[in-house]
């Protein structure tokens, strides 16, 4: 009972490909995230949502997507992938509720290599 | 959120109480200490979190100075399984729904010793 799944774990893919990862989380909350970290590890957000609403958006080019049909999904849909796009992408959710200690839970990344 | 200087890598003996330090000398009265860490091809995990009395779980303890400027999590007994990148947040309670992004340094590797 993963409460943070990404699909997939692996995925490469030739560069000008677009490709989607998907994220689920079933522990209820209403905030999720995408992140990620570049080869040098540096973990950095993207994105997030709260009950399907885009929040933040940290200055990611365009050719990223985020989509969230419903509070417990968020994908992430990228077009024309570049060589610059290989990284390992996290997703977390938290319960995000007001005035309150914040915690994230993450998935377990999709590892992405463009060629 | 006030910015953290952790040192880049440290050691411990399994078995043994690993200390990592953070100072966090512009932290201001409303922002909390968290700890997470990243064991190697996994996603970060909550370790323990503080505003200005010391803290323990079953993870770990967090010990914060009185002044605040600097903090140490304990890990009481490091296992093999301890080895991972611990990384220390500053940031206050939830103000704006989904507006909670974690902003991670550069964290210290701890490498457990057999």
């Known amino acids: 009972d993963t409460a943070v799944s990404q699909t997939p774990k692996y995925l490469v893919t030739q560069m000008g490909n677009d490709k989607s990862i998907k994220c689920e989380q079933n522990?209820?909350?209403?905030?999720m995230y995408w992140y990620k970290q570049d080869s040098k590890k540096f973990l950095k957000i993207m994105f997030s949502?709260?009950?399907?609403?885009?929040?933040i958006n940290e200055t990611v080019p365009n050719r990223f997507s985020p989509k969230s049909p419903d509070k417990a999904h968020l994908n992430l849909h990228i077009n024309s992938l570049e060589l610059g796009d290989s990284a390992v992408y996290f997703c977390?959710?938290?319960?995000?509720?007001?005035?309150?200690?914040?915690?994230?839970?993450f998935g377990p990344g999709t590892r992405l290599l463009v060629l | 959120d006030a910015k953290t200087t952790q040192p880049p890598s440290m050691d411990c003996a399994e078995g043994r109480a690993a200390n990592l330090p953070c100072n966090h000398s512009?932290?201001?009265?409303?922002?909390?200490v968290y700890w997470y860490r990243q064991i190697h091809s996994q996603g970060p995990q909550y370790i323990i979190h503080?505003?200005?009395n010391n803290e323990t779980n079953e993870m770990a303890s967090l010990i914060i100075t009185e002044d605040r400027k600097s903090s140490t999590l304990i890990l009481p007994h490091a296992t093999l399984r301890d080895t991972a990148v611990y990384y220390c947040?500053?940031?206050?309670?939830?103000?704006?729904?989904?507006?909670?992004?974690?902003?991670f340094g550069t964290g210290t590797r701890l490498t457990i010793i057999p």
């Open positions: 977390a959710s938290s319960p995000a509720v007001a005035a309150t200690v914040e915690t994230q839970y």
């Open positions: 522990l209820g909350h209403d905030t």
């Open positions: 949502y709260n009950n399907k609403e885009l929040i």
């Open positions: 512009t932290i201001s009265g409303n922002e909390y």
């Open positions: 503080g505003l200005k």
């Open positions: 947040i500053v940031r206050p309670l939830i103000s704006n729904f989904g507006n909670e992004k974690l902003t």
